[in-house]
């Protein structure tokens, strides 16, 4: 029998967010098509993410994520301007933890609350490559890391809560520590990480654990888990995926566009990408490049690794190296499926964000809409519903 997270009666959310390009956008898997001169790369600009912003509230989503690195503007920043050009779009602000102390991050999210009208959703990162951390001036190793996000998320829940904090950890001390004012509403955490101690953290602290796009195999065995690490801790998680999206009217046009996503990267890119995700620390990023490792490559179907889902963006980029790879209606029936095995936040992009959001929005979430009521009127037990976290 396959196994399901959400229990039978239990109301079920679907939440629907999209990525928001702060490095800038392209038409491509790696600034469109690598080495032509004259290649198209729409750039980061503050006008560009505005319009892009407006287009995926359009479409219907519940927040954008803000992602972090060393290419990207930062998060808190972006948020806090976009929050003009928006009404109802919510910010999933990624950031890493060691880079400012927990009683500023606290404060500074209270205020960000405040700015966007409630809108924040902070998506903590804690960094998978040491070299980059240093660059930073972070010289912490991931062990190190992940102790220190936990002392960090300890000490934010709990001024969050209203309390006057001493505290003597191994990485931060305070003294009579406490805000003057209480973010409201107190904004979800959201973490991602597939090492032990990520897991342990994560079912301490946060409340959706964040997933790259594997298989249902891999998702099934990794919720199983994150379920008993939240028992043992007397807590429950929400979980997401975070997958890119290629769909188009039919089955052979989307895996037509793929190929030619893959096929425009030059070798010598491929090869360099290659090399630098090897280069990783992080236990995710090695999940994600064993979906790849050691295929042959004759076609590019032979880098789906389960029905619709595509390892082919993994060969070029870090991080999500996945892609749901379908028709319309495919592209829905899979996320359905996902969100059958327990996964309710989903964070999707494409190539590029601006014409993608629109693509998904008007052309698979209605027929994701569809197949929840079809689910809801075949359950045996009436009581079940779902509910979404769109507009």
């Known amino acids: 029998m396959p196994f399901c997270n959400h229990p039978k009666g239990q109301a079920v959310s679907l939440e629907l967010n999209w990525y928001l390009p702060t490095h800038g956008d392209y038409h491509g898997l790696a600034n469109n098509q690598v080495g032509h001169p004259d290649a198209l790369v729409r750039p980061n600009a503050p006008r560009y993410l505005a319009q892009v912003a407006k287009a995926i509230e359009y479409a219907?989503?519940?927040?954008?994520?803000?992602?972090?690195?060393?290419?990207?503007h930062d998060g808190w920043v972006t948020a806090a301007a976009l929050s003009r050009h928006t009404t109802r779009l919510k910010f999933l602000v990624a950031f890493?933890?060691?880079?400012?102390?927990?009683?500023?991050?606290?404060q500074t999210a209270q205020s960000l609350q405040a700015i966007t009208g409630g809108r924040l959703l902070l998506n903590v990162v804690t960094g998978g490559d040491s070299a980059d951390q240093r660059s930073y001036g972070d010289f912490l190793d991931h062990t190190q890391r992940y102790e220190r996000a936990a002392e960090f998320l300890d000490i934010v829940s709990r001024l969050w809560d209203g309390e006057t904090l001493n505290y003597h950890g191994a990485y931060y001390q305070l003294a009579q520590a406490r805000l003057r004012r209480l973010p409201a509403?107190?904004?979800?955490?959201?973490?991602?990480?597939?090492?032990?101690?990520?897991?342990t953290v994560a079912a301490k602290h946060v409340d959706t654990y964040l997933l790259w796009g594997e298989t249902p195999d891999m998702v099934r065995d990794r919720l199983q888990r994150m379920n008993a690490l939240a028992a043992q801790a007397g807590r429950t998680l929400r979980y997401g995926f975070r997958v890119h999206v290629i769909a188009r009217d039919?089955?052979?046009?989307?895996?037509?566009?793929?190929d030619r996503l893959l096929r425009e990267v030059p070798k010598h890119y491929l090869d360099a990408a290659q090399r630098a995700v090897g280069n990783k620390e992080s236990v995710g990023q090695s999940r994600m490049s064993s979906l790849h490792a050691g295929k042959t490559i004759n076609h590019v179907r032979d880098l789906e690794v389960y029905p619709n889902l595509w390892a082919g963006v993994g060969l070029v980029r870090s991080g999500a190296g996945t892609a749901l790879v379908g028709s319309h209606q495919q592209v829905a029936e899979r996320i359905e499926e996902f969100h059958q095995l327990g996964l309710d936040s989903f964070i999707l992009s494409g190539y590029p964000n601006l014409e993608e959001t629109l693509r998904i929005g008007e052309e698979v979430v209605p027929l994701l809409r569809h197949l929840q009521h079809t689910d809801r009127t075949r359950t045996a037990n009436p009581t079940q519903e779902a509910t979404w976290a769109l507009n």
């Open 96 to 106: 890493r933890p060691g880079f400012v102390l927990p009683a500023v991050a606290a």
């Open 60 to 72: 219907g989503f519940h927040a954008i994520l803000i992602p972090t690195s060393a290419t990207c």
């Open 185 to 199: 509403p107190r904004p979800p955490l959201y973490f991602g990480g597939a090492s032990g101690i990520a897991e």
């Open 250 to 258: 039919t089955e052979a046009q989307a895996w037509a566009e793929a």
